[in-house]
């Protein structure tokens, strides 16, 4: 069974300082990882994701990810926030199904919030 | 390329009833992935589809039920409605064993049970 926690429920920050949403999961395989935001009212735009390459995973919008299997976490990072970050983060990681297929389990997701 | 495409946007019903949920997969993916998502909660999975046949299913009753077209578009029905099935309903597509197997979502459609 997979799992995956995100520390924090609301993380605020001002405009132009460093974002770090934290998340920490459980798997009993080599995990696909993946963030994905939500901003109001829409769907689920992929930021980035580690598929067992490099640890330190590029997105999209100035976002990384670094992968530490010896903590199982997975934390996205920006090094300044933007106003336009404001949104919901979730960590997300993915189980095989029967047929080669991929079901995703998401975290309880992390609201960011940024200040002028 | 034509991302993922849901219908209807919104959708009002009564306890009882019955609804279908549409979903066109993003050109090229042969799989669609249904996932409900409650409020202020991260969603969760219901059940997949790969070539026309369901492939894993979350901890949803078999009230929850989908198809898969040849076309690779998706249907989620859910019958005898439940106020708690108010929620956004999202497709996902993604392709299955070409090595890209990252889900990519449509806008979702909003249910409100009344």
């Known amino acids: 069974a997979q799992s995956v926690t995100q520390l924090d429920s609301h993380v605020s920050v001002s405009e132009g300082t460093p974002v770090l949403l934290r998340c920490n999961y459980s798997?009993?395989?080599?995990?696909?990882l993946f963030w994905y935001v939500q901003h109001p009212n829409k769907g689920l735009q992929l930021l980035l994701k580690?598929?067992?390459?490099?640890?330190l995973v590029k997105g999209i919008n100035g976002f990384e990810a670094e992968f530490k299997k010896s903590e199982t976490s997975f934390h996205l990072t920006k090094p300044s926030a933007h106003m336009s970050d404001a949104a919901e983060y979730f960590c997300?990681?993915?189980?095989?199904?029967?047929?080669?297929?991929?079901?995703?389990?998401f975290g309880g997701g992390t609201r960011l919030m940024v200040k002028p | 390329e034509t991302g993922v495409t849901q219908s209807p946007t919104h959708l009002i019903k009564t306890r009882g009833q019955q609804v279908t949920l549409r979903c066109s997969s993003q050109?090229?993916?042969?799989?669609v992935s249904w996932y409900q998502q409650a409020l202020g909660q991260g969603p969760q999975f219901i059940f997949q589809?790969?070539?026309?046949?369901?492939?894993g299913r979350g901890n949803f009753p078999p009230r929850f039920s989908g198809l898969q077209f040849p076309n690779y578009s998706s249907e989620l029905n859910v019958n005898a409605l439940e106020l708690d099935d108010s929620a956004l309903y999202l497709c996902?597509?993604?392709?299955?064993?070409?090595?890209?197997?990252?889900?990519?979502f449509g806008p979702g459609t909003r249910l409100l049970v009344l």
């Open positions: 996902a597509s993604s392709l299955v064993g070409g090595g890209q197997e990252t889900q990519y």
């Open positions: 798997s009993s395989y080599s995990p696909s």
């Open positions: 580690y598929t067992s390459a490099a640890t």
């Open positions: 997300v990681v993915s189980d095989r199904g029967r047929n080669a297929g991929n079901m995703l389990t």
């Open positions: 050109s090229g993916h042969n799989t």
């Open positions: 589809y790969y070539r026309e046949e369901e492939n």
